[in-house]
């Protein structure tokens, strides 16, 4: 399978997830301000889930541009992260449904600890069968966002029980910190080819 084959598949279906994302958003039946009220959980869970689900594909892109082959072990953890980020849309509901209550909000963050999880094996696997020399493996180095990322996640599952909102500006934060763009694999890249 080439690469760009996986590319649109990979695209494809994180389009989906946005979409079903979107479609849960419910429309209300009055046309005045306080109608909007109880849908601000439900849209900032959906602009969050937005944010992270736009991190991942742009982070996937580069991964898959840096790639030189496929193993069916990439395809697999591929997969993999695909199957966990399709999970984003009902956990995203319920915790915006359920206005941030501590389960919900700890669920999400299950989620977003196994979509975490599942990119770095993807990421190792890359780096697995392009070799030790691989363009990815010198780009990502110490991988300080994505050492970082699982355990901000786990401490926010567990804060979730007792402070909610905490868990919730973690969640935030480490969005934040990779919405910072991730120059690393354009540097190695320029570097490669000069």
Known sequence: MGKSRLEAFSDGVLAIIITIMVLELKVPHRSDAEALGPLV???????????????YWNNHHHLLHVAK????GVLWANLNLL???????????????NHFAPLPTAAYGFVLLMAAI????????????DGPNS???R????????????????????LSFWA?????????FVALI?????????????ETEH
């Open 83 to 97: 199957f966990w980020l399709s999970l984003f849309p009902f956990a995203t509901g319920w915790m915006g449904e």
């Open 135 to 137: 363009v990815l493996r």
């Open 139 to 158: 780009a990502v180095g110490a991988d300080w966002k994505g050492k970082l990322s699982p355990f901000l996640y786990t401490s926010a599952i567990v």
């Open 118 to 129: 599942s990119y770095y094996v993807l990421q190792q696997c890359i780096i697995a069968t």
């Open 178 to 190: 990779w919405l910072v763009p991730d120059r690393r694999i354009e540097r190695v890249v320029d």
């Open 164 to 172: 909610h909102w905490v868990a919730q500006a973690i969640y935030v």
């Open 41 to 55: 959980p439900n849209f900032l869970s959906y602009v969050l889930s937005f944010i992270y689900v736009g991190i």
């Open 69 to 72: 082959r496929l193993s069916g």
